[in-house]
């Protein structure tokens, strides 16, 4: 039973640089949901794809950011230019869809902005 | 806006006994789903229990339990006869029904079980 797999684990950078980080659902999953989660803090919303279309998408996900889904299976989340503020675990789950099921998450990626 | 409140931020107990963690939820829909997630040190979210605002049945698994009542908008989770794997932190959350369902998460209690 193959669970979410998020890639890399870890990420540092510089202020300034982009980043690229890549969410595996459970396979017959084609829910997928991003979440940022501070230290401290429960996780936040940032995104929503059904297959490959991204339907809804928080305030807190500013211009920087940006998420696909492209042929509705994996997912990437890129953040441009990235500020010491935008350190955090970033957080995937997914779910089935035709009612309101579980979010399986997975590891998160942890980003550190120095 | 949907909102949920874990007013505990830690609690400590020593090992075998029972602790209640509480949270307490706002919302405007009728309909709307609860959540409840454990978060150990390794930081992957483990789900525990979903339940819908239409069934307001207390719910047992094993050790864990859940007391829904509406009337005071709060979704309790106690452990009876704590052990040291219990050891967490854990979240309460709520979904909007329809819509993305999105979980709104509470800012979590950390339980710690000494043995």
């Not at chain 1, 794809?49 to 998408?57: G, I, R, V, Y």
């Not at chain 1, 970033?90 to 590891?107: I, K």
């Not at chain 2, 609690?11 to 963690?21: A, C, G, P, W």
């Not at chain 2, 939820?25 to 390794?42: G, H, V």
Request: glycine share 6%; hydrophobic share 30%.
């Amino acid at each position: 039973d193959t669970g979410v797999s998020q890639d890399p684990r870890h990420k540092i950078t510089k202020r300034g640089q982009n980043v690229t980080f890549r969410c595996d659902p459970i396979s017959e999953h084609n829910r997928l949901y991003w979440y940022r989660q501070t230290l401290g803090q429960g996780p936040e919303f940032l995104t929503y794809f059904q297959n490959e279309a991204q339907l809804e998408k928080s305030r807190l996900l500013s211009d920087r950011f940006s998420a696909e889904r492209p042929k509705g299976s994996f997912s990437t989340l890129e953040i441009q230019r990235t500020e010491q503020g935008d350190s955090a675990m970033y957080l995937c789950a997914s779910s089935v869809t035709g009612g309101v099921y579980e979010q399986y998450f997975g590891p998160g990626t942890r980003l550190t902005v120095t | 806006a949907q909102k949920v409140t874990q007013a505990q931020t830690e609690i400590s107990v020593v090992e075998k006994e029972d602790v209640t963690l509480d949270c307490v939820y706002e919302t405007r829909d009728t309909t709307y789903y609860l959540f409840w997630y454990k978060q150990p040190p390794s930081g992957e979210l483990v789900f525990l229990i979903r339940r819908n605002s239409f069934d307001e049945q207390n719910e047992i698994s094993g050790r864990y339990s859940w007391n829904f009542q509406k009337s005071t908008s709060s979704f309790n989770f106690t452990i009876t006869a704590s052990q040291v794997v219990d050891s967490a932190v854990y979240f309460c959350a709520l979904s909007d029904v329809p819509g993305a369902q999105k979980l709104v998460f509470g800012q979590g209690t950390r339980l710690t079980i000494n043995p």
